[in-house]
């Protein structure tokens, strides 16, 4: 967007006004960005449709996060990679943190990719990676297979920061807290939900034998079940990423300078020079706080549901899939919770 100060004919020259007073928006066809400005300005409501996507995109994408958690100790068992069941909890471990890894390598990057081609492509092929590799890892029969799995959803799954971008792009300025907020609520209720979908629907011709069989596919296959709830509803998401308008400005900026040129206008730059993100000790300092708090919650759900269902001799609970689903999920609720509210009274 190009902003310009117009002056009427037949006026003596006069000292620049004010921004605010004669502002004119130059948009450019063919760019979605400006075509999204535009819509904007011309309407005076909340952008319910977008918002709408944006949450149960969300949602589908951050449930395979916490699934796992519940069956992960018995999915190591029935693997067979530990020789000894002390030895569950290592194997767990790299499992568990597989995901995290591969997303923690390539966030940067389709963050870069979001800013060049566009944030919904980036929206689209990181759904489109939960259905495959989510699947696939409900279908591994091999320690190898499932962590591969696991490493790929979340390095090519680089969701989260242009999704947040996009929520703040369909919104005009006074409700960007907004959209920021149903991005923030469809993700924790991911979180919630992912356990209670884990560990309910793990194993189920053994917690279910009278629905299913121990010849049948979920038989055979007893972590495909809730692997393939969230590839389905990740399917029905991916469907809706077609209404999804782009929001990402696509005109070159010797065109807008070539725009300011014809219309005989000066624009000043009042931009300081661009100071290294290392050196913004604030922001660091943030950062490192959260990666902190991050380790602390990770840790807790990985080792908390290695623990309970761990047998009584080994110091566990001997807990169910189903168990350790139930408690991550009541857990959860009250996390969103006191996020959703006590936090927000704090910081008032």
Not at 47 to 53: G, V
Request: include cysteine.
């Amino acid at each position: 967007v190009v902003v310009v100060w117009p002056r009427r004919m037949g006026e003596s020259p006069s000292p620049a006004p004010a921004p605010a007073a004669a502002a004119a928006k130059v948009y450019y066809e063919g760019c979605p960005g400006c075509a999204m400005e535009r819509r904007k300005e011309s309407s005076t409501g909340t952008p319910y449709k977008e918002l709408f996507f944006v949450g149960i995109t969300t949602f589908a994408s951050s449930l395979p996060i916490t699934s796992l958690f519940p069956f992960l100790y018995f999915m190591i068992q029935d693997l067979h990679v530990a020789q000894r069941e002390e030895d569950i909890g290592f194997y767990a471990g790299f499992l568990g943190a597989s995901y995290m890894v591969g997303r923690g390598f390539a966030s940067i990057f389709w963050g870069m990719v979001a800013d060049r081609i566009g944030r919904k492509p980036v929206i689209v092929f990181s759904l489109f990676t939960v259905i495959v590799f989510n699947t696939l890892f409900g279908l591994s029969v091999k320690y190898w297979m499932a962590i591969t799995t696991r490493l790929l959803l979340g390095a090519l799954n680089g969701f989260l920061a242009p999704i947040k971008a996009y929520s703040i792009e369909v919104c005009r300025d006074d409700e960007q807290a907004l959209g920021i907020s149903i991005v923030n609520t469809a993700w924790g209720l991911g979180l919630i939900i992912g356990p209670a979908i884990g560990g309910y629907l793990a194993q189920p011709a053994k917690q279910y034998p009278h629905i299913f069989h121990d010849k049948s596919t979920f038989g055979r296959f007893p972590y495909l079940l809730p692997c393939l709830c969230i590839s389905i509803f990740a399917t029905f998401a991916l469907i809706s990423c077609i209404w999804l308008p782009e929001t990402l400005h696509k005109h070159a900026k010797f065109e807008m300078g070539a725009e300011t040129a014809e219309a005989g206008t000066t624009q000043e730059s009042t931009e300081s020079p661009k100071k290294s993100l290392w050196k913004n000790w604030p922001l660091m300092s943030s950062i490192i706080t959260y990666c902190v708090f991050s380790l602390h919650d990770t840790a807790y759900s990985e080792i908390f549901s290695l623990w309970t269902v761990s047998g009584r001799k080994y110091g566990g609970l001997s807990f169910s899939s189903k168990d350790v689903g139930q408690v991550l999920t009541v857990v959860s609720v009250f996390l969103y919770t006191k996020s959703l509210f006590i936090v927000g009274s704090i910081i008032r």
